[in-house]
């Protein structure tokens, strides 16, 4: 698994850099089958006017791509809200995949069994 974590304006400091990952890192957990390779995160923390803070991350989780940006008082409650929407996003495009697979195959032709 990939992390890039940066700023443009702001010096990170390990903590910050951690609180990241451990954050992303439920987002990562829905994602056992992946290889490591086809999990890309990519972090950019900013202050934003106003004493906030601006988290936007983009996911690429094998041949998905998720984005979020949030601009919120602290770091943490930024990057609270965007882990929860990019999870939001990934529940909300596997429960879309699963009903429609599901519809696909009721749809499918079933052969009837002879009766001799």
Do not use: C, H
């Amino acid at each position: 698994m990939t992390y890039q974590i940066t700023s443009d304006n702001i010096d990170l400091s390990e903590s910050m850099k951690e609180l990241a990952r451990e954050k992303i890192s439920k987002i990562e957990s829905r994602f056992p089958n992946l290889t490591e390779d086809e999990k890309q995160f990519r972090v950019v923390m900013n202050s934003a006017p106003n004493e906030k803070f601006s988290i936007k991350v983009e996911a690429k989780l094998g041949k998905k791509s998720y984005y979020s940006d949030e601009t919120s008082f602290t770091l943490e409650n930024a990057l609270v809200a965007t882990v929860e929407e990019i999870e939001r996003m990934v529940k909300k495009d596997s429960d879309y995949s699963a009903t429609w697979n599901g519809k696909r195959e009721n749809k499918r032709f079933k052969p009837e069994e002879d009766e001799t």
